[in-house]
């Protein structure tokens, strides 16, 4: 069983709720970097659809949509699936860093941390995917130690990289 409080030693972890909402998109519509590589422009109703769609295979249970916070300050959102595609492996489906927060090790500190939770409980590695093109997202996963697997098509028909770090 996941334990996210276990995810971050430096932020506090829980699960993210539709009260959460107006928070996340805070948080998301500040990024404006990823919604051009990643359209459309975030906003409330399609965080209410992230927050419920699975793939397939999967049920409520195996996904953690959570965020990490600073005294009460949303820091970073994820999307965490549990056995995906395979059991021994986590799939992060989603990870935002507040911008104000980028670039001063806070997405790297909590990689590390959530990989090495994910490796005391067993599983083999991570994976992931990001949108091929997108500069901000190859250089924060190749930096966290993310190997490209292949180039894929998504389900937005945008080609991605998918990777994934060994634990």
Partial sequence: MIRIELFS????????????IDGIYQLMSKNSLYYEYCPPFV???????DMEIL???KDRGDKY???????KKLAAVMDLIDGYPEKEIAYIGFF?????LQNRGTGT???????????EQGYSSARLA???GNPQAEHFWLKNKFVQLRETASNAADEVILAERIL
Avoid: H, N
């Fill in 65 to 71: 949509y959570v965020g990490f916070y600073q005294d």
């Fill in 43 to 49: 906003t409330r109703e399609s965080i209410r659809e």
């Fill in 9 to 20: 030693d430096q932020y506090k972890v829980r699960k993210l709720t539709r009260q959460d």
């Fill in 55 to 57: 793939p397939p295979g």
């Fill in 96 to 100: 935002m860093v507040d911008t104000t």
């Fill in 109 to 119: 500190a909590i990689i590390d941390c959530l990989c090495g939770y994910l490796s």
């Fill in 130 to 132: 990001w949108v091929k």
